[in-house]
C-alpha cells in the first residue's frame, strides 16, 4: 500500500505503510482534536507539500566545523546525524562486549527489525492519532535504536545528537530505547542548527521501554536556530519499579511542540518530568506533559517552568489520567510561566480524569508578570534594576534545576539560560563565569571541566 513512499534504504513493507497512514493523518487531520484544546495550541508555519517533499536523507553529510570537537570524543557512546544521516556511532569496547547496542534506524531494520517494528507498530504511538505525529511517520528519514541489557552491572551515559537545517532541511527522526531488567541509562539528546538561515525542521518520536526496577533518564537540549521549527513526541511505557525522568530545556526554533507521554502501568513505576524553557523575539512554544496511571501504588511528578520575553507565545498542558485499577497512586502536576513586557503571552492548562478514589491528586498552574516588590528589594539593596531582573528571572528556575540529579545537566542549564537571556552578547560567554554566581558546596575549588562535564572544550567552542 505505502511501497511507493519508501525512503529508508533498508525499509520494509510495514513501515512503508505506516508512511501511508502518517502521510494521510498529516494532510487530512486538523492540528488539535483533544475538545479541552481546540483553541489552545500552535501549528507549523512550513508548507505541508514541502515537508513532505524533503525527507529523502541526503548523502555527503559532514560534521560542521563548528562541532569539530565531536568527532575526538571518545568516553562514552556517541551518535551524531547531521541532516538525517548518521555521520559517527561510536561505543566503547568494553560496553559492546557486554551487550549494549546503539545503532542508527537504517542499522537496526537490517539488523534489530523486531525491535524497530514493536516500537512503531506495538508501541502507544500510532500515525493517525495526531496530525504532527503522522507527518513524522510519513517522512522518517533517520533515528537510533539503543538496547540495554538486563543487569548491567555500571551505569550507562549515550549521546544522541541532531544538527540539521543545511543540506537538508527535513529531520524526521524516532529514539526508541529498551532499558533492559535493572538497567541504569542516562540519554541526552541535543537539537543544534547550523548551515545560511534556510528553512529547516526537525520532528522526532522518542519511545522508551523501561523494563522491572530499570532507571532511566532522558535529557533534551534544544539549543536549535529560531529560523527552524521542531515536534517532538517523547513517549516512556514504565514497567513493575521502573523510574523514568525526563529532563528537558527548551530554548530555540521559531516554533516547539513539545508532547509528553508517561505510562505508568507496572506497580510501583515512578516517573519525573522537569522542563524550563525560555523564548524571546516570536518564538512559540506549545507544550503538553501527560501522566496516564494504570498500575497500583504509581507515582508520577510534573514540573514545567517557562519564561516569555518580547513577543513570545508559550502554552503549557498537561492532564493526569488515573485509571479505576491504579489505587495509591500519587500524581502531580504544576506549570508556571513568568512573562516579561506586554507583548508576551501565555497559558497554563493543567487538568484531571481520575476514576478511582484510593489515590492522591493534584495539580498547580500560575501565569504572571515578574513581581516588581521583588525589583523593588532588590535596587533597595544596591542592586541595578537590568541586573535585579535577571536575577529573579533566572532565580525563578532554580527551584527546578536543583533537582536535576546529573550535576553536569545543572550547570549546563544554567549556561544555556545564562547566554539565552544574553541575546547576540551570550556567545562571549565563558562557562567557567557561572562558576562564582551559582555556588554548589560540592563544587568549591573544582575546575570548569570538572563541573561541566567532559565537554567542556565542545561548550567553549559553540559558545
Known amino acids: 500500500m505505502g511501497s511507493e513512499l519508501k525512503i529508508m534504504r533498508s525499509e520494509p513493507e510495514w513501515l512503508s505503510d505506516l508512511r501511508f497512514l502518517g502521510r494521510k493523518s498529516f494532510m487530512e487531520q486538523p492540528y488539535e482534536k483533544n475538545p479541552l484544546y481546540v483553541k489552545n495550541y500552535e501549528q507549523l508555519s512550513l508548507d505541508p507539500e514541502w515537508l513532505l517533499e524533503n525527507a529523502e536523507p541526503r548523502s555527503g553529510a559532514s560534521i560542521p566545523a563548528e562541532y569539530a570537537e565531536l568527532s575526538s570524543l571518545t568516553d562514552e557512546p556517541i551518535i551524531i546525524h547531521v541532516d538525517a544521516t548518521p555521520v559517527r556511532t561510536y561505543v566503547p569496547p568494553e560496553l559492546s562486549e557486554k551487550g549494549l ?7 537496526a531494520l537490517k539488523s534489530r527489525p523486531n525491535l524497530v517494528r514493536q516500537a512503531l507498530m506495538d508501541g502507544p504511538s500510532r500515525p493517525d492519532e495526531d496530525k504532527v505525529l503522522g507527518l513524522i511517520y510519513a517522512s522518517l528519514n533517520s533515528g537510533v535504536v539503543v538496547r540495554v541489557p538486563s543487569r ?7 549521546r544522541s545528537i541532531w544538527i540539521f537545517g543545511g ?14 531488567d535493572g538497567a541504569s541509562l542516562s540519554m541526552v539528546e541535543e537539537y543544534h542548527s547550523y548551515g545560511d538561515g534556510g528553512l529547516g525542521f526537525l520532528g522526532h518520536l522518542i519511545h522508551i521501554c523501561d523494563a522491572p526496577e530499570s532507571q532511566v533518564r532522558h535529557v533534551a537540549i534544544n539549543d536549535a536556530s529560531e529560523r527552524h521549527e521542531l515536534a517532538v513526541y517523547k513517549r516512556a511505557v514504565l514497567s513493575n519499579y521502573a523510574s523514568h525522568r525526563w529532563i528537558g530545556i527548551q530554548l530555540g526554533g521559531s516554533l516547539a511542540r513539545i508532547r509528553t507521554d508517561n505510562y505508568l502501568k507496572g506497580t510501583g513505576a515512578r516517573t519525573d518530568a522537569l ?43 498537561g492532564i493526569i489520567r488515573i485509571d479505576r485499577q491504579a489505587k495509591n497512586s500519587v500524581a502531580y502536576l504544576a506549570e508556571h510561566a513568568m512573562l516579561l513586557g506586554n507583548q508576551a503571552r501565555a497559558e497554563a492548562i493543567p487538568g484531571l480524569e481520575i476514576e478511582c478514589n484510593e489515590v492522591r491528586a493534584t495539580h498547580s498552574a500560575s501565569v504572571s508578570q515578574i513581581d516588581p516588590e521583588q525589583i523593588w528589594y532588590a535596587m533597595s539593596r544596591g542592586i541595578p534594576r537590568d541586573e535585579a531582573v535577571k536575577m529573579i528571572v533566572l532565580g525563578f528556575f532554580e527551584p527546578l534545576i536543583s533537582e536535576v540529579d546529573l550535576r553536569e545537566i545543572r550547570w549546563n542549564m544554567r549556561y544555556l539560560l545564562e547566554k539565552k537571556w544574553m541575546g547576540e552578547a551570550g556567545r562571549e560567554l565563558e562557562p567557567e563565569s557561572l562558576i562564582d554566581v551559582y555556588v554548589e558546596p560540592e563544587d568549591v575549588g573544582k575546575t570548569p571541566e570538572d563541573i561541566f562535564g567532559k565537554h567542556y572544550k565542545y561548550i567553549k567552542q559553540k559558545a
Open 101 to 107: 547496542e546503539l545503532m542508527s534506524l537504517d542499522e
Open 152 to 158: 548491567l552491572e555500571e551505569p550507562v551515559n549515550i
Open 167 to 180: 543540506i537538508g532541511p527535513v529531520t524526521s527522526a524516532t529514539t526508541i530505547v529498551y532499558a533492559g
Open 275 to 317: 522542563e524550563a524553557s525560555m523564548i524571546s523575539s516570536r518564538q512559540k512554544l506549545d507544550m503538553t506533559i501527560n501522566l496516564h496511571h494504570f498500575g497500583e501504588s504509581t507515582t508520577g511528578r510534573v514540573v514545567a517552568k517557562s519564561v516569555g520575553m518580547q513577543s513570545s507565545r508559550s502554552i503549557l498542558k
